[in-house]
């Protein structure tokens, strides 16, 4: 495991590099599929590190209580090297009630945690509808919670998604997540 930062290139306001990928559901996702939300939180994460399952919950509870927001996680990790981040193992963590995202998404190429310049899971984008395009507003922490075993006691996430939903700026330094690498197949 290799701790990372989170580390984007893309600024406040560029609007959301695009991506076809498949969900858990067998369907396939592109930002076309969320243009009824009014926000998009995108969250690289994975199945096996122990910061991205440390973060589940949050997600799953973000997904439930924010209807104006679509939550959707996207796992970019090499399966052939990381087998539990397979789509198999991902559909059996949806279907048993673990990860209840709004979608869960597979980026076998890597090419979109790539466009996105993600480097760690969990690594958190978000994005605010304006004008019929996704913006980003947010790309940092989810909380305050920098290992898996702490308990969080702020919600950076939640301010975030709070002002935009209520049609503010969005505040906030955007402090790095943290997390284990990407596993990027080797070229």
């Known amino acids: 495991m290799v701790l990372l ?15 076809d990928l498949e969900g858990t559901d067998g369907d396939r996702y592109t930002l076309e599929s969320f243009a009824d939300a009014e926000a998009l939180l995108i969250v690289f994460t994975c199945n096996h590190c122990p910061y991205a399952k440390a973060k ?11 209807d104006e927001v679509a939550v959707v996680g996207v796992n970019p990790n090499d399966a052939a090297e990381y087998p539990d981040d397979s789509m198999e ?7 048993a009630g673990t990860i209840e995202y709004d979608a869960y998404l597979r980026d076998d190429s890597q ?5 996105y310049d993600a480097v760690c899971t969990p ?4 994005f ?3 004008d019929g395009e996704f ?15 702490d308990e969080p006691t702020r919600f950076h996430i939640r301010e975030a998604i709070d002002a935009v939903l209520a049609g503010e700026d969005v505040d906030l330094e955007w402090r790095p997540s943290q997390g284990c690498s990407i596993k990027w197949r080797e070229a």
Do not use: K
């Open 111 to 115: 090419e979109v945690a790539r466009e």
């Open 135 to 149: 913006r980003l507003v947010y790309q940092g922490r989810l909380d305050d919670a920098l290992n898996p075993d």
């Open 56 to 66: 589940f919950d949050l997600l799953n509870d973000l997904a439930s209580e924010y």
């Open 128 to 130: 605010e509808r304006e």
């Open 5 to 19: 930062e989170s580390d984007t290139e893309l600024s406040a306001g560029e609007p959301a590099p695009t991506f």
């Open 123 to 126: 690594d958190p984008f978000l």
């Open 89 to 95: 193992r991902m559909r059996e963590l949806v279907e």
